[in-house]
């Protein structure tokens, strides 16, 4: 069973902060790896793509990963209380022709005032 | 941006009754299209994938016959949930993925769609 484990939280960050979302993942040969952000009741919505190891910034965000350690990270500076949501680290699941993504269950952010 | 739209967004129907969504690709073509369910304080589980002008590939559990999948073109592919009952109540999201970025394996997500089977 291929895993993408998240911690659920709920991870509660002061706003101005710097929030930092984990994640794991059990499949070496995945190539492909998301961040998405879900506010609930809502359909999620891409935040970082990332494919080579090392970091990614894009504006607030930066995701980081090490494909050695099987092991992806999103960073969000300036925290602002919009910013919470649950947030859902997504893999490609390779070989299997459909490419699909396999999700985490996600962690829920809370930014506080 | 890349837009999908899905629709509807939400349906409330009697158990043993079929429910027909729709998922588009706005802007962009779209060669493969996926489906999700997410359940109440779960993640995203995959159900499908769907490929333009031919057969859909199906996830282990995931019955074919019940839930069936059309993507006739590029823009559109359809589920179909056949006799619903309560426990296909559930929120159901497309994705779709933009045949220019296909290598980055980008998927664009539609609004989603929640069941609800009396």
């Known amino acids: 069973q291929k895993e993408v484990e998240q911690n659920s939280g709920p991870l509660s960050v002061p706003e101005g902060a710097i929030a930092s979302l984990n994640c794991t993942y059990s499949d070496r040969g995945s190539q492909s790896f998301f961040w998405y952000r879900q506010y609930s009741g809502k359909s999620p919505e891409l935040i970082m793509s990332?494919?080579?190891?090392g970091d990614k910034e894009d504006g607030r965000f930066t995701a980081q990963l090490n494909k050695a350690s099987q092991y992806v990270s999103l960073l969000i500076r300036d925290s602002q209380p919009s910013d919470s949501a649950t947030y859902l680290c997504?893999?490609?699941?390779?070989?299997?022709?459909?490419?699909?993504?396999?999700f985490g269950k996600g962690t829920h952010l809370i930014i506080q005032p | 941006g890349a837009v999908v739209s899905q629709h509807p967004s939400r349906v409330i129907c009697k158990s043993g009754t079929s429910v027909k969504i729709e998922c588009r690709s706005l802007?962009?073509?779209?060669?493969?299209m996926f489906w999700y369910r997410q359940f109440p304080k779960q993640s995203l589980m995959l159900m499908a994938t769907s490929n333009e002008g031919s057969k859909a590939t199906y996830e282990q559990g995931v019955e074919k016959d019940k839930f069936l999948i059309n993507h006739a073109s590029l823009t559109l592919s359809t589920l179909t949930v056949t006799s619903a009952h309560p426990e296909d109540s559930s929120f159901y999201i497309c994705?779709?993925?933009?045949?220019?970025?296909?290598?980055?394996?980008?998927?664009?997500f539609g609004a989603g769609t929640r069941l609800s089977v009396l």
């Open positions: 990332i494919y080579s190891n």
């Open positions: 997504a893999v490609n699941r390779p070989g299997g022709g459909a490419d699909g993504l396999t």
């Open positions: 802007d962009f073509q779209a060669t493969t």
């Open positions: 994705s779709a993925r933009d045949r220019g970025t296909q290598a980055k394996n980008i998927q664009y």
